[in-house]
C-alpha cells in the first residue's frame, strides 16, 4: 500500500473529518491487506493512537507513560500527539504550555520533516497562544497539505480576505507549491480532501452563502459518514461527526434557525460532552431559545474544562459590566 493511496487519503479523511470510530474500522481492514512498509505502519499506528485519544480512550493519568515509551522506540508522531494532549488539559498553566511548545520544537528537529503531524501540533500550539507570527513561520515553505491551517488561523485573526486570497492560491497553483516535494498528494485529490472542503465550507458561511457551506459539510457527510442525514437514531451516532455536526450547526446559527442548530449540537455533546466548541456553540443556541437552566450548566460544564475559554471571558465581562450598574 502506497503512503498516499486511495486507501490512506480515505483515512486521513475521514480522520480530519472527526469520523473518529470508522477510522479505526478502515485501519483494522488496512492492517490485513497493506504491505510491510515502515511509513505506512508508522503513520497508521499514528493514526490510530490520534483516534483514541479523540475518543477518550487513552486515560489522563497514562499519556506521560505513552511519551515516554513513543520517545524511547522514537515514534515522534505519538510523542508530539501526547505533547499535546497535556497541552490541552485544563490543569495545564500557560508556563507549561510554553516549556511544551519546546518540547515540540526537539521532536520537530528531530523529526526532519517525515510526519507532518508535528508540524501541525506545534503550528496549532501556537496559534493557542495567539502567535500567530510563529504559526505562520511553520508554513513558509510547507507543503499544501499543512499551509492549509493558515487558511483557518485567518479566519481566527478575521482577515477572511488573506484566507480566501490563501486558498485560491493553493488551489490554482498547487504544483508550484509541491515542487521538488516528495509525497505529495494529486491536486485532485488534495482538492476532494477534508481539509480543503472544510476551509470552503468556512469561508462559505463567512461570505453569507449559507446554502453551500450547508453543502459542503452535507457532501462530506455523505462521501465520510456515509449518511446523509443529521438526524441519525442513536445507534447510528457512531457515523456522525462532532467537527461537521458543529459546522452545520454554526450554518443555522446564522440564518438564526436556533432550534435546529440546538438538535444538531446535542447530537455532538451526545458522542463528546467534552468538546469545547460544541458546549460554546450550546451555550450561544441555550441563550436565544431562552431556556431557563440550560445556559448556565453548560458554562459551568466549559469552565471546569478550560477556565480560560474565550465564551467564559466574554460572559464574565458582560456579566460585570451588568453588576457595575447595580
Known sequence: ???????????????????????????QSAESIRNRDFDVDTLLELLKFRCRVHLNQVEKDSIGSCYSEAIANQKFGIAAVCLYTIFNLSETTDERRYELINEVKQLYVQNNNKIAVIDAILLLMNLHMNDFKSAQSITEN????????????????????????????????????????????????????SMVRIAQAWLQCLKGEYNS?????????????????????????????VIILNGISVVHMQRQHWSD??????????????????????????????????????????????????????IEAINKSFNSFN
Open 1 to 27: 500500500m502506497s503512503l498516499y493511496s486511495e486507501e490512506i487519503s480515505e483515512i486521513e479523511n475521514c480522520m480530519n473529518s472527526g469520523y473518529y470510530e470508522k477510522v479505526l474500522v478502515l485501519i
Open 142 to 193: 510547507a507543503s499544501p497539505d499543512l499551509k492549509i491551517i493558515q487558511v483557518f488561523a485567518f479566519c481566527m485573526m478575521n482577515r477572511y480576505d488573506m484566507a480566501q486570497l490563501l486558498l485560491d492560491d493553493l488551489l490554482e497553483n498547487y504544483d508550484s507549491h509541491t515542487s521538488g516535494m516528495d509525497n505529495c498528494h494529486t491536486l485532485s485529490s488534495f482538492k476532494e480532501s
Open 261 to 314: 442548530a440546538y438538535e444538531l449540537l446535542l447530537n455532538a455533546y451526545e458522542i463528546d460532552p467534552k468538546c469545547q466548541v460544541t458546549l460554546s456553540n450550546l451555550i450561544t443556541c441555550s441563550y436565544f431559545l431562552n431556556l431557563r437552566d440550560e445556559p448556565e450548566r453548560y458554562i459551568e460544564e466549559l469552565r471546569s474544562i478550560n477556565c480560560d475559554h474565550p465564551k467564559i471571558a466574554c
Open 213 to 241: 457551506s450547508f453543502i459542503t459539510y452535507a457532501n462530506m457527510q455523505t462521501d465520510f459518514g456515509e449518511n446523509s442525514s443529521f438526524r441519525l437514531p442513536s445507534k447510528a451516532k457512531s457515523s456522525q461527526s
